[in-house]
RNA sequence: GGAUUGGUAGCUUAAUAGGUAAAGCACUUGAUUGUCGAUCAAGUUGAUGAGAGUUCAAGUCUCUUCCAGUCCGCCA
């Protein structure tokens, strides 16, 4: 039926006879000869109808947009000065000889050349959508993405294993989905969201290295990079230390990036520790390509006569963080507003700012709502640490150290996109060094930062006991421009330190023995050491297409509510199926009419 | 759970201070032998997301609710 794709037909193709297949992506008729761009998943190609065969162009002029099409014909040079250079089948066009409508269609529910369709639209119809050129791009990209990963993986030797999808629920971490087994009454599988411990038992079985790229689940609330279900690229490996790890992991991104991007990223990648990034950017997972900084102010303002910044200045659970702009005293007061009530989003309950119009002048240059409480001798330093000049302008946040580091951490990103400071296109770098615990004020007990398996650094065993707050964990991230590709880290391979960890997070004996007994014991039959990363791959393509959320490099996502405008699911099911497996639906859900 | 933006023809948008719902594209028909977002002419298209209220009068004001987007919380 087919001996060419639309799009892949040119001049080298001259004079031959094609057989191609596709959709009409749009007609021309003028009158005496029929136009059709024919479109298939690798592009366009003008189909030119003339009368001479008055049959097949009666048919020809009955073709709709969209309809499906099958064409013989023979591929001739455009006419000079006919070429359209904007084609990759510009410089030629076939002159149908045999047609033959495989399909009509409905008008479509939008046009595909409409690049403003609203998103609920194009969810609703996405197999439609998913025809433009956009959106099919995009797939092929990931497609190869996922090519060139397995390709560099596969040659250094590790396996693809699969891994349960029905699984076992877990207490740590994010909701889990949960699956009702028919044949135990009342009891539950979970989806995974990482195969993280079976990756790990992989390691014990001695495996040694190991990948998948698979589905994981979470139950949580979406955003513009977070879906219900999305893709992690899953690596462990066995003997190998972080530093090769890590050095493997940024070699495989540095050939990702030149196969399909013929980008070079610099390396070796960047290190930083947890505590500077958070010091300096106010997150783990800094954008490096915005040259703006948060600089530490607390020494200078703990003496002052401004309770706002000298309370926080003297609590060791706050902070005062400086954010120098350049030529930020441009910035009208509705602006500073604007970013007043942005921070405000993150919990701070002020922006305090000065704008610099004479750097030269002491005080008389400095223009701002605070200059009035801060002696000289602190503006002077203050100056002098940001290195600030006439035109420029200070941001000063002063509260909770968390708060300060998100709120300033967040507007350092936004004034710096609104400001157009973004520089370089590509700046990976890793965190490293990251807390093994966070205190969680709520349940007033210890989090794990990355997970309950990370291990500790080794010069911090002891801390486990004394100081578990300060104890730092083998963890390190890998992030591309404000964007957590990849987090990993060295895994616990001593029963011993995995039951004590547990402990630390305030799950009981019994309970770790239910829900991790079987890794327990694993750690207690050889297990050797090891560890690994899990990428999100659904980001990893979003960054690498330019795309502005993993929907738009999803085949079918779901929207915000966790539901598919396609197929209607979630969806109620039968009483036989509630049934059958022992369940009843406590609430009917509202009425609708 | 919270903040915020939006929902008007198939699609994308408009509608002054509450006073006859409009345009472009799509679609239909006709014309048209070199277009490529073809062109020209004519035509079809609406319970303004749903419900209630205020009013002589509601797309516009008020309340409730549903859907979609962005963000906060949440996401080891």
Redesign the pocket.
Known sequence: MRTHYCGLVNESLTDQVVEVCGWVH?R??????I?I?LRDREGLL?V?F??DQAEMFAQAERI??EYVLAVKGKVRS??EG???P??AS?KI?VIAQELTILNRAE?P???L??D??????RLRYRYIDLRTFGMTERLKTRAKISKAIRDYLDSDGYLEVETPMLTKA?P???RDYLVPSRTHHGQFFALP??P?LFKQLLMVSGLDRYYQIVRCF?D???????QPEFTQLDIETSFLNEEQIMFSMETMMRQLFKTILDVDLAGPFPQMTYAEAMDRFGSDKPDLRIPLELLEVSDLMESVDFKVFSGPAKDPKCRVAALHVPKGSALSRKQIDAYTKFVA??GAKGLAYIKVNDASNGREGLQSPIVKNLPDDVLDELLKRTKAESGDLIFFGADKTKIVN?ALGALRIKVGEDLGLIEGDWRPLWVIDFPMFEYDEKAKRL??????FTAPKDEHLDLLESDPEKCNSRAYDMILNGTELGGGSIRIHKQNVQKKVLKLLGISDEEAEDKFGFLLNALSYGCPPHGGIAFGLDRLVMLMTGAN?I?EVMAFPK???A?C?LTQAPSEVSAEQLKELNIKVRQKPKETE
């Open positions: 749009r021309r008729d003028h009158g005496g000869v136009f761009d003008q030119v003339n009368p709709r947009s455009r006419l006919k070429e359209n904007d084609l510009g066009e008008t529910p939008f046009q050349d409409d403003d369709v609203s998103e609920e639209h877990t740590e971490g994010a969201q990482s993280q979470r949580e609330d979406l955003r513009a990079d977070r989003i993150y998100e989090n794990a930062l990355h997970h309950p959320s929907r929207t915000q509510s539901s405008l």
